[in-house]
């Protein structure tokens, strides 16, 4: 069965690079589906914020496109998210998902100084 784990800092400064990994455990990140980031600000709803497809291919939500980056380790089955110049306002749980139905268990990550 397939499982995803977020990991990464749980504080981030404003105007820092917030960076995430995905671990894939039970699945291949290269035979299919599209692995996606998404993300709940408190008291908000889900943002889908991009995806990395089997083949590589990258794909982000036009509102965060200019700083995001979402990249790939095929030998070590992980996927990641990097934000740049983030503001309080990205606080929130962030979740690694295989699209659709297989949901890491998130990380917050809280934007301060």
């Known amino acids: 069965q397939v499982q995803l784990l977020e990991s990464g800092p749980g504080l981030v400064k404003p105007s820092q690079t917030l960076s995430l990994t995905c671990t894939v455990s039970?699945?291949?990140?290269?035979?299919?589906?599209?692995w996606t980031w998404i993300r709940r600000p408190p008291g908000k709803g889900l943002e889908w914020m991009g995806v990395?497809?089997?083949?590589?291919?990258?794909y982000y939500n036009p509102s965060l496109e200019s700083r995001t980056s979402i990249s790939r380790d095929t030998s070590k089955n992980q996927f990641y998210l990097h934000l740049n110049g983030v503001t309080p306002e990205d606080t929130a749980v962030y979740y690694c998902?295989?699209?659709?139905?297989?949901w890491g268990k998130g990380t917050l990550v809280t934007v301060s100084s």
């Open positions: 039970g699945d291949s990140i290269t035979a299919e589906h599209a």
């Open positions: 998902v295989r699209w659709l139905l297989h």
């Open positions: 990395i497809t089997a083949d590589g291919r990258t």
